[in-house]
Structures are given as structure tokens and as C-alpha cells.
């Protein structure tokens, strides 16, 4: 079946701009989360929604990382004038409800961004 | 300090070979504990879940010590297939959020 899938792969951006990072989790899957992965570090959680709430953005760096939900299915993050600091890979990851105590989040192939 | 420490490695190994690692978390009250796996450029994928009984899952075994806090991974009869970074990974007692190590990176080597 079809599993999580993010576009773009890949996304260079200059310093300053604005980008938009989608995600498409398994079909039916609830929750949401993503994560920034730094190079040479494990993902860091970002924020997790349950459908179309978002229940914990405490991960998001600054309030220039906005994320959305709006019909519970296809997820957008959002960051606005990014910086260098920003360069990672951005994961997503989706679950079945509850399904944190089973570990068992399904990860996308996520978003290299590159800030030049 | 950081919530879920790893040794980075490499842990460079023949084919053949058993390979062991662990992670430490700092927060007493975690509830729940994995192992993922990822492979260079990819994305991570949960290998197992880590029991206090300890478990197997063929080649892998993986132990848990609450009372010195560790986490431990091992795999014996090493493939190349098995050339990864494995992600130590530990729930803080809620439904959701997970936090991860940096990762244990093993090359297997024909």
C-alpha cells in the first residue's frame, strides 16, 4: 500500500524566502507529527496533530515555522524567512491513534531544504 | 544534556561478526522504547520495540535496564544488509511523541 509521501524531495531556497513543504500520510492514519533532522542527528519533534488539531507545537523553533492540518489528511509546514540555520531534512511521520506507546510512527522520505 | 545519548560509532564489522550498542535516556519516568533503523538518505523504520523482559527478533536482540537507565541492541551473525544507523528511541510517557538519539552507525564489511 501507499505509504507517506512528501514533495518536494528536495527544495533550495534563498535566505529570506518563504517555503512550503507538503505531506501526504497513510490513508486513515490520525496522527501527524514532524520532524527536523539535522545532519549527523537524530529527528527532533517539531509539532503533532490528531486529524486536523493541532495538539503540541512545542517542538517549532521559532514563529517563523508555521504547520497546518485543515481536513485532517494532507499536512503543509510552512517556513517563512528561512535562514541558514534551517537547512535540514524535514520528516513526516503519521500513525494510527495511540500508536506512540507502540512506537510505531510510519516516516515519509522527507524534505532536504538547503538555505543558501 | 540531551534526553537520549548514543556512542555514533562506527562500528565497522565483518560479515559474520556480533555488534553491540547501547543508549542511555535521562528521564526515569520513560515509558516505552525502540529501536529504529536508517539507512543513508532514507527514512527511519521502526526495527523493534525493547522489552524490560528483553526480546528477540531473529538476529537482533534488544535489553532493557531501567534501574542503570540503558537501552542495548545486538545483532549477531552480522549481514551487509545490516549496514545502518540505529536510532535509539524512547516515549516520555504520553501517546505521541517520540524522542530520538542521534544514532549508532554500523558498516558491516564483506
Known amino acids: 500500500g501507499a505509504g507517506v509521501s512528501q514533495s518536494p524531495r528536495y527544495k533550495v531556497a534563498k535566505r529570506g524566502q518563504d517555503v512550503a513543504l507538503r505531506c501526504d500520510p497513510i490513508?486513515?492514519?490520525?496522527?501527524l507529527f514532524w520532524y527536523q533532522q539535522a545532519l549527523g542527528q537524530g529527528p527532533e519533534f517539531l509539532t503533532y496533530?490528531?486529524?486536523?488539531?493541532?495538539?503540541?507545537k512545542s517542538g517549532l523553533p521559532s514563529d517563523r515555522f508555521f504547520a497546518e492540518r485543515p481536513e485532517g489528511s494532507v499536512s503543509t509546514l510552512k517556513i517563512q524567512r528561512t535562514q541558514q540555520e534551517d537547512s535540514a531534512v524535514y520528516l513526516c511521520?503519521?500513525?494510527?491513534?495511540?500508536?506512540?506507546?507502540?512506537?510505531?510512527?510510519?516516516f515519509g522520505p522527507g524534505t532536504r531544504l538547503t538555505v543558501t | 544534556r540531551k534526553e537520549v545519548e548514543q556512542d555514533p560509532g562506527p562500528f565497522n564489522v565483518p560479515e559474520g561478526a556480533t555488534v553491540a550498542f547501547n543508549c542511555t535516556y535521562s528521564?526515569?519516568?520513560?515509558?516505552?522504547f525502540f529501536w529504529y533503523r536508517q539507512d543513508c538518505r532514507k527514512e527511519p523504520k521502526l526495527l523493534m520495540s525493547?522489552?524490560?523482559s528483553g526480546n528477540e527478533d531473529g538476529r537482533f536482540t534488544a535489553q532493557l535496564n531501567r534501574a542503570s537507565q540503558y537501552i542495548s541492541l545486538l545483532i549477531r551473525d552480522s549481514k551487509l544488509s545490516d549496514s545502518a544507523t540505529y536510532l535509539c528511541?524512547?516515549?516520555?510517557?504520553?501517546?505521541?511523541?517520540?524522542?530520538f538519539g542521534a544514532g549508532t552507525t554500523v558498516t558491516v564489511r564483506a
Open positions: 511521520a503519521s500513525s494510527i491513534i495511540g500508536a506512540g506507546l507502540r512506537g510505531e510512527q510510519y
Open positions: 490513508s486513515g492514519h490520525v496522527s
Open positions: 496533530f490528531q486529524n486536523e488539531a493541532q495538539l503540541d
Open positions: 528521564n526515569s519516568a520513560s515509558q516505552s
Open positions: 525493547v522489552y524490560s
Open positions: 528511541v524512547v516515549n516520555y510517557a504520553n501517546d505521541y511523541k517520540l524522542s
